[in-house]
Each structure stands twice: as structure tokens, then as C-alpha cells.
């Protein structure tokens, strides 16, 4: 097997630009009015009304799970949120919430309102364990998709460049390929929701996955939301953390692209290589196996506003981290 590293999802050393742009890599992309116009990212609202569940805790994403508490990533801290988060509370306006963190475990934080105030609309949090092969919707704030990117030597479209940073949130779906324990430590100890950015093309060569998506840097603390096959509701079921990273050299630095193919690139010193296609993969923190954390920090109970039936940084300059982990070599790299 191939090995890759994961690198944080909340933030690289990327050129910060003045308009706000988008995250969430796709392979299609939509307007706002949900029409395909192959940018890379989603403008729209996500579906089944799951972007109303989120709010903004800085340059990044929270998603409310309770009426007192809202989840994020760990490792994003306050994400310059200067002590609010900025949810509508399922309305059409912004509402700026006091609140305080109040727990952490590994790459997961619960912050809690600071105050009277409560959310009306919130979420139920996945609590079963058999998310692999799930359909999956994930948000971010993370970045552009930027140029193309060929296989080495070849002229073969291999994926795109990360692009540049902004606060809009974008959106795209997936299915959750298996549950992986990377290894890493501290922060990032236990397993994660892994999905990879595989492209499915139809015998004519169309693609067929265009809201396909991968995490890049900016998306970390945005929610992975799974459709739970046992009461078919859209559940809150890891939060971004991590997306795989290739070298374009023998154990040079991290190449920051989203790829469906990885031949040709490095995941540390070796070349990778094989008969199909290696895709990029995306790690979101797994809710269900801390979900007794979870519960013994938000009591959550039943929710206001259920997710719909079936029917899918503080823009900050900043760091990555490198670790290799001994199952699928290629890079991960923190989102």
C-alpha cells in the first residue's frame, strides 16, 4: 500500500486575498443558484439544509449541538473569534453569540454559550458505529481550487492546485471509505472518518460525482454530516481535521494540490505508483467513538430542527503538521 501524510486542515502559508472565496474542493463546482459552473467549489446552500446547523467560530466553522453548545476542531483554538460565535440560529440573520471553551478531547472542542442565550436549531450527533460506506456532506472555510495539476511527465489532468484563502463556507459530498487511526499523536490521537476524492467517469467519460469533495487547508473545525440508514436523518459525525499531502520530490516538502491521482508524486521517499488511479483522502475527527465525551459535555437532547430526511481561517497564516502513519503512504496534512 501507498503511504501519505496528513496535514492540519485549519491553515497553510497561503497568498491571503481581498474578496472572500470558497472551500470544500470539488470536482464540478455550482453558482449560487445551484447551476454546474465548474469552479471547484460550491457557492449554493448545502443541502437538506445542513449549512444552517453551522456557524462561524472565527475564520473557521462550529456546528450547534445542543442549545448551549456548538463543536469545532481542537487544534483551530479560538480561530480569532474574539469570544463570539456568529450563528443564525436557523433564521435568516447572523446572531453574535458570548461563548467559552469548555472542553477538549483530541481534535474535538465544545464551546458553550456565555450567557442566557440558547439555539433553537441544532443538530443530532451520529452515535452508531458503522459509518463506513455512508453518504457522506462535509463543509469548510478552506481554500479556492486552484491551477490544474498533470501526472508528472504526462499531460494526464491529475487534479488542481489549492487556491486562495477566504471565510465562505462551501460544501460536498462523499462516502465514508473506512475509519483509520493514523497514528499521530497528542492532539491527534484516535481514529477518523476518511473519505478519498475518488472521480467516477460513466463509459462515455462524463463525470458523474461533481459535488465529489476533498478538505483543504482552511476547512478544519467544519462539520461531516452522515445520512444514519436507521432512522434516514442527516447526523453530525466527525469534524475536518486532516487531508492527505504528496512531495513532488523524494522527501521534499508538502505539495499542497487536491488530487484524484497521486502516481508520479511521493509520499515521503517513495514513488507512487500501480494501475489505477491513487486519490487523496480527507479526515474528519469521529464523533461516535467519544460520543460519551460529547454527551457528558452537551446533554444533548432531542433537537428542535432535525436534519431533513434523505431527499448532502481566521484566514490565517499558519502551519503545518507532517507525521507518517503505516497504512496508506501517502501525506496527510493537518486541514
Known sequence: MKCIKPLLACCLALALVAQPLYAAIVFGGRATNGTLDNSGTNKNPAPFNLGSYTGQHGGFLGTAISPTHYITATH?????????????????????????????????????????????????????????????????????????VNTPSTSNLAGWQWGGTGTLRSWGTNTVNSIVNPGLIG??????????????????????????????G????????ILDPNDNQWKLAGINSLVDQVSQTPNGSGFAAALFDARGFYDGENLITGNDPVPLG????????????????????????????????????GYGVYRRRQSKRLEDALV
Open 76 to 148: 483551530v483554538g479560538s480561530g480569532g473569534n474574539n469570544g463570539f460565535f456568529i450563528y443564525n440560529d436557523g433564521g435568516p440573520n447572523p446572531i453574535q453569540y458570548p461563548v467559552l471553551q469548555v472542553a477538549t478531547f483530541n481534535d474535538l472542542a465544545i464551546w458553550r454559550i456565555d450567557g442566557p442565550q440558547t439555539f433553537t436549531h441544532w443538530i443530532h450527533v451520529y452515535s452508531g458505529n458503522n459509518e463506513t460506506n455512508l453518504p457522506l456532506v462535509t463543509m469548510g472555510n478552506g481554500t479556492t481550487r486552484g491551477d490544474p
Open 187 to 216: 492532539t491527534f490521537e484516535g481514529d477518523y472518518l476518511y473519505f478519498t476524492f475518488n472521480r467516477i467517469l460513466d463509459g462515455n467519460g462524463n463525470l458523474m460525482n461533481p459535488d465529489g469533495a476533498v478538505l483543504s
Open 218 to 225: 482552511g476547512d478544519s473545525g467544519g462539520p461531516t454530516f
Open 282 to 317: 480527507s479526515y474528519a475527527t469521529r464523533i461516535s467513538s467519544r460520543i460519551d465525551w460529547v454527551n457528558s459535555i452537551a446533554a444533548v437532547p432531542e433537537p428542535g430542527s432535525i436534519a431533513l430526511v434523505i431527499g448532502l481561517a481566521a484566514s490565517g497564516m
